[in-house]
Protein backbone atom coordinates (compact mmCIF):
# COMPACT_ATOMS: atom_id res chain seq x y z
CA UNK A 1 0.00 0.00 0.00
CA UNK A 2 1.02 3.62 -0.62
CA UNK A 3 1.74 5.96 1.40
CA UNK A 4 -0.97 8.30 3.06
CA UNK A 5 -1.31 11.40 4.58
CA UNK A 6 -4.73 12.64 5.95
CA UNK A 7 -5.82 16.31 6.38
CA UNK A 8 -8.04 16.19 8.66
CA UNK A 9 -10.21 17.74 11.83
CA UNK A 10 -11.41 16.29 14.96
CA UNK A 11 -14.71 17.56 14.55
CA UNK A 12 -15.36 17.34 10.75
CA UNK A 13 -17.93 14.70 10.18
CA UNK A 14 -16.62 13.82 6.79
CA UNK A 15 -13.06 13.67 7.84
CA UNK A 16 -14.65 11.03 10.83
CA UNK A 17 -15.84 8.77 8.01
CA UNK A 18 -12.79 8.49 6.14
CA UNK A 19 -10.41 7.75 9.67
CA UNK A 20 -13.31 4.83 10.38
CA UNK A 21 -12.24 3.50 7.67
CA UNK A 22 -9.00 3.67 7.25
CA UNK A 23 -8.97 1.83 10.79
CA UNK A 24 -11.21 -0.63 9.59
CA UNK A 25 -9.25 -1.34 6.69
CA UNK A 26 -5.75 -1.33 9.24
CA UNK A 27 -3.91 1.27 7.29
CA UNK A 28 -1.44 3.25 8.55
CA UNK A 29 -1.56 6.77 7.96
CA UNK A 30 0.16 10.30 8.68
CA UNK A 31 -2.56 13.25 9.87
CA UNK A 32 -2.11 16.79 9.16
CA UNK A 33 -4.30 18.37 11.17
CA UNK A 34 -6.44 21.47 9.41
CA UNK A 35 -7.53 23.94 11.87
CA UNK A 36 -11.20 24.70 9.96
CA UNK A 37 -12.44 26.83 13.08
CA UNK A 38 -9.25 29.26 13.14
CA UNK A 39 -7.95 29.13 9.57
CA UNK A 40 -11.09 27.63 7.71
CA UNK A 41 -9.26 26.39 5.27
CA UNK A 42 -8.21 29.40 4.05
CA UNK A 43 -4.26 29.32 4.33
CA UNK A 44 -2.77 29.52 1.39
CA UNK A 45 -0.46 26.22 1.59
CA UNK A 46 -3.85 24.41 2.08
CA UNK A 47 -5.51 25.78 -0.85
CA UNK A 48 -2.90 24.83 -3.27
CA UNK A 49 -3.58 21.15 -1.76
CA UNK A 50 -7.52 21.58 -1.70
CA UNK A 51 -9.12 24.91 -3.60
CA UNK A 52 -11.86 24.18 -1.43
CA UNK A 53 -10.26 24.40 1.42
CA UNK A 54 -12.38 21.64 2.89
CA UNK A 55 -11.02 18.31 4.86
CA UNK A 56 -10.68 15.23 4.36
CA UNK A 57 -7.81 14.91 1.64
CA UNK A 58 -6.60 11.70 1.75
CA UNK A 59 -3.00 11.80 -0.50
CA UNK A 60 -2.04 8.67 -1.42
CA UNK A 61 1.90 8.88 -2.60
CA UNK A 62 1.82 12.08 -4.85
CA UNK A 63 -2.15 11.80 -5.96
CA UNK A 64 -4.61 14.07 -4.13
CA UNK A 65 -7.76 12.74 -3.54
CA UNK A 66 -10.84 14.62 -1.64
CA UNK A 67 -14.70 14.56 -1.08
CA UNK A 68 -15.07 11.61 1.69
CA UNK A 69 -16.89 8.87 0.09
CA UNK A 70 -14.71 9.26 -3.16
CA UNK A 71 -11.78 8.45 -0.68
CA UNK A 72 -13.84 5.82 0.71
CA UNK A 73 -14.71 4.04 -2.22
CA UNK A 74 -10.95 4.57 -3.56
CA UNK A 75 -10.12 2.41 -0.28
CA UNK A 76 -12.39 -0.13 -0.70
CA UNK A 77 -11.18 -0.63 -4.27
CA UNK A 78 -7.18 -0.88 -3.37
CA UNK A 79 -7.70 -2.29 0.04
CA UNK A 80 -10.89 -5.18 -0.30
CA UNK A 81 -11.00 -6.32 3.00
CA UNK A 82 -13.09 -5.73 5.32
CA UNK A 83 -16.05 -4.64 2.48
CA UNK A 84 -17.29 -1.86 2.77
CA UNK A 85 -19.64 -2.00 0.23
CA UNK A 86 -21.97 -5.65 0.25
CA UNK A 87 -21.99 -8.28 -2.41
CA UNK A 88 -24.92 -7.46 -5.38
CA UNK A 89 -25.90 -4.48 -7.25
CA UNK A 90 -28.64 -3.89 -5.49
CA UNK A 91 -27.29 -4.30 -2.18
CA UNK A 92 -24.74 -1.65 -2.71
CA UNK A 93 -27.75 0.96 -4.32
CA UNK A 94 -29.57 0.21 -0.68
CA UNK A 95 -26.27 0.74 1.38
CA UNK A 96 -24.98 3.77 -1.26
CA UNK A 97 -28.39 5.09 -1.43
CA UNK A 98 -28.39 5.41 2.56
CA UNK A 99 -25.23 7.22 2.79
CA UNK A 100 -25.84 9.95 0.24
CA UNK A 101 -29.00 10.47 2.39
CA UNK A 102 -26.82 12.01 5.09
CA UNK A 103 -23.63 13.08 3.23
CA UNK A 104 -25.97 15.00 0.52
CA UNK A 105 -29.20 15.78 2.19
CA UNK A 106 -28.58 16.37 5.61
CA UNK A 107 -25.05 16.77 6.24
CA UNK A 108 -24.62 19.97 3.90
CA UNK A 109 -27.14 22.00 5.62
CA UNK A 110 -25.62 21.66 9.22
CA UNK A 111 -21.93 21.78 8.53
CA UNK A 112 -19.50 24.30 9.93
CA UNK A 113 -19.82 27.02 7.15
CA UNK A 114 -23.29 27.07 6.57
CA UNK A 115 -24.19 27.41 10.54
CA UNK A 116 -21.08 30.45 10.35
CA UNK A 117 -23.13 31.52 7.44
CA UNK A 118 -26.56 32.01 9.31
CA UNK A 119 -24.56 34.10 12.20
CA UNK A 120 -22.46 35.77 10.52
CA UNK A 121 -24.49 37.11 7.25
CA UNK A 122 -27.92 36.08 8.41
CA UNK A 123 -27.84 37.43 11.89
CA UNK A 124 -29.27 34.38 13.20
CA UNK A 125 -28.62 33.56 17.02
CA UNK A 126 -27.94 30.82 18.40
CA UNK A 127 -31.10 29.50 19.38
CA UNK A 128 -32.03 29.92 15.42
CA UNK A 129 -29.13 28.14 14.46
CA UNK A 130 -29.66 24.93 16.63
CA UNK A 131 -33.57 25.02 15.73
CA UNK A 132 -32.30 25.38 12.08
CA UNK A 133 -30.02 22.43 13.06
CA UNK A 134 -32.47 20.28 14.11
CA UNK A 135 -35.12 20.37 11.97
CA UNK A 136 -32.71 19.09 9.29
CA UNK A 137 -31.45 16.38 11.34
CA UNK A 138 -35.05 15.04 12.59
CA UNK A 139 -35.99 15.12 8.82
CA UNK A 140 -33.25 13.22 7.78
CA UNK A 141 -32.94 10.69 10.65
CA UNK A 142 -36.51 10.21 10.31
CA UNK A 143 -36.02 9.25 6.50
CA UNK A 144 -33.05 7.01 7.47
CA UNK A 145 -34.46 5.30 10.26
CA UNK A 146 -37.72 4.93 7.94
CA UNK A 147 -35.77 3.40 5.38
CA UNK A 148 -34.10 0.94 7.59
CA UNK A 149 -37.49 -0.69 8.93
CA UNK A 150 -39.09 -1.28 5.23
CA UNK A 151 -35.82 -3.29 4.79
CA UNK A 152 -36.19 -5.25 7.35
CA UNK A 153 -32.52 -6.23 7.58
CA UNK A 154 -31.22 -9.06 9.78
CA UNK A 155 -27.86 -7.92 11.34
CA UNK A 156 -26.61 -5.22 14.01
CA UNK A 157 -25.38 -2.66 11.36
CA UNK A 158 -27.29 -0.35 8.44
CA UNK A 159 -27.05 -3.85 6.28
CA UNK A 160 -25.91 -6.73 7.65
CA UNK A 161 -23.67 -7.88 10.90
CA UNK A 162 -20.31 -6.00 9.85
CA UNK A 163 -19.81 -2.20 8.89
CA UNK A 164 -20.91 -0.57 5.77
CA UNK A 165 -20.13 2.95 3.60
CA UNK A 166 -23.64 3.63 5.44
CA UNK A 167 -22.27 3.18 9.30
CA UNK A 168 -19.76 5.14 8.31
CA UNK A 169 -21.71 7.91 7.09
CA UNK A 170 -24.56 7.66 10.29
CA UNK A 171 -21.89 7.24 13.15
CA UNK A 172 -20.71 11.02 12.62
CA UNK A 173 -23.65 12.12 12.21
CA UNK A 174 -25.35 10.91 15.25
CA UNK A 175 -22.64 11.77 17.14
CA UNK A 176 -23.05 15.58 15.93
CA UNK A 177 -26.57 15.31 16.40
CA UNK A 178 -25.90 14.66 20.56
CA UNK A 179 -23.46 17.56 20.51
CA UNK A 180 -26.28 19.95 19.28
CA UNK A 181 -29.26 18.11 21.59
CA UNK A 182 -31.06 16.89 19.37
CA UNK A 183 -34.07 14.58 20.83
CA UNK A 184 -33.32 10.74 19.32
CA UNK A 185 -35.47 9.32 20.84
CA UNK A 186 -38.09 8.71 17.57
CA UNK A 187 -35.07 6.62 16.51
CA UNK A 188 -34.37 3.31 18.12
CA UNK A 189 -32.58 1.73 15.26
CA UNK A 190 -30.50 4.72 14.60
CA UNK A 191 -29.60 4.37 18.30
CA UNK A 192 -28.82 0.61 18.03
CA UNK A 193 -26.53 0.63 15.31
CA UNK A 194 -24.29 3.39 16.75
CA UNK A 195 -24.23 1.62 20.58
CA UNK A 196 -22.86 -1.30 18.28
CA UNK A 197 -20.32 0.69 16.49
CA UNK A 198 -19.18 2.65 19.57
CA UNK A 199 -18.07 -1.01 20.65
CA UNK A 200 -16.18 -1.26 17.87
CA UNK A 201 -11.84 -0.38 18.77
CA UNK A 202 -12.05 0.87 14.93
CA UNK A 203 -14.69 3.21 15.70
CA UNK A 204 -13.25 4.78 19.20
CA UNK A 205 -9.97 5.37 17.24
CA UNK A 206 -11.61 7.49 14.56
CA UNK A 207 -14.03 9.18 17.30
CA UNK A 208 -13.42 13.39 17.59
CA UNK A 209 -12.27 12.97 21.40
CA UNK A 210 -9.92 10.14 20.64
CA UNK A 211 -7.79 12.85 17.96
CA UNK A 212 -4.56 14.80 19.14
CA UNK A 213 -6.11 17.87 17.64
CA UNK A 214 -8.95 17.64 19.60
CA UNK A 215 -6.60 19.07 22.71
CA UNK A 216 -5.27 21.70 20.93
Same mark, same amino acid.
Given at each position: ???????????????????????????????????????????????????? &??? +?? #?????? %?????? *?????? @???????????????????????????????????????????????????????????????????????????????????? &??? +?? #?????? %?????? *?????? @??????????????????????????????????
Amino acid at each position: MQKLTLYTYFRSSAAYRVRIALHLKRLDYEPRYVNLLQDGGHEADYREINPQ &GFV +PV #LVADDV %VLTQSL *AIIEYL @DEVCPEPPLLPAGAQNRAYVRGLAQLIVCDVHPLNNLRVLNYLKTFLGQGENACRGWYRHWIAEGFAAFERRLERRSSAGCFCF &GDT +PT #LADLCL %VPQMYN *ARRFEC @DLSAYPRLQAIDGHCSRLPEFCQAAPEAQPDAAA
